[in-house]
C-alpha cells in the first residue's frame, strides 16, 4: 500500500518525527538527570547523617573516657571515705558548723557496682562569700564529689545573708 504524499507533506511529517524524537531524547535525558539530582540530595543528606555520626561518636568517646577516668579515681578512692564526715569536717574549717540547719544523707544504687551517696544539706545565714568559698573547697577537694544541686534564697530581714539548700554527691564502688 502506497501513500500519496507530497514532498512538502514529507517535509512536515519529517519535521514533525525529528521534534517527536527531540522530544522522547528531552525525556529521556531529563528522567536520568533527575536520578542523578535526586542521587546528589541523597548524598548531601548522608553526608549530613554522617557529620553527626561522627559528632555523636566523638561525643561517645570523650564520655566514654570521663567515665573511665571516673572508675580508675573510685578505685584508688579511700576505703571508708564519707561524704557526710567530709562536709562536716570541711564545715568546722571553715567556721560554718553553726550555720547548718539539716544534714540528710541518702544512697541511691547504680547498677551492680556503684552507688551514689547523697548528703542534702541546709545552711542558714551564711554569707555569699563563705558559701562560694565552701562549694569551691567541696568540688576542689581531690575527692569525687560535686555539687549537683544549690538553691539559694536571700533573708527577708537581712539581704546580706543567705538560706541555702545543696546536695553534695559522691560514687562509690560497692563492697
Excluded at 91 to 100: L, Q
Amino acid at each position: 500500500m502506497k501513500m500519496n504524499i507530497t514532498p512538502r507533506e514529507q517535509k512536515v511529517l519529517a519535521c514533525a518525527g525529528i521534534a517527536l524524537a527531540l522530544i522522547m531524547v528531552y525525556l529521556m535525558l531529563d528522567s536520568v538527570l533527575q536520578g542523578y539530582r535526586g542521587l546528589a540530595n541523597d548524598i548531601a543528606i548522608d553526608q549530613e547523617e554522617l557529620k553527626k555520626v561522627t559528632r555523636l561518636r566523638d561525643q561517645y568517646r570523650k564520655t566514654h573516657s570521663q567515665l573511665e577516668l571516673i572508675k580508675t579515681k573510685l578505685d584508688h578512692q579511700k576505703k571508708g571515705f564519707s561524704v557526710l564526715s567530709f562536709i562536716e569536717d570541711l564545715a568546722n574549717k571553715e567556721n560554718i558548723r553553726e550555720n547548718i540547719g539539716s544534714v540528710k544523707p541518702k544512697k541511691l544504687p547504680l547498677g551492680d557496682d556503684y552507688e551514689e551517696n547523697i548528703v542534702e544539706l541546709k545552711l542558714d545565714d551564711i554569707t555569699l562569700p563563705k558559701l562560694v568559698d565552701f562549694v569551691f573547697k567541696i568540688e576542689n577537694s581531690g575527692n569525687i564529689l560535686k555539687v549537683k544541686r544549690l538553691r539559694i534564697k536571700t533573708r527577708y530581714n537581712n539581704r546580706d545573708l543567705l538560706n541555702v539548700t545543696m546536695q553534695v554527691t559522691t560514687y562509690t564502688k560497692k563492697s
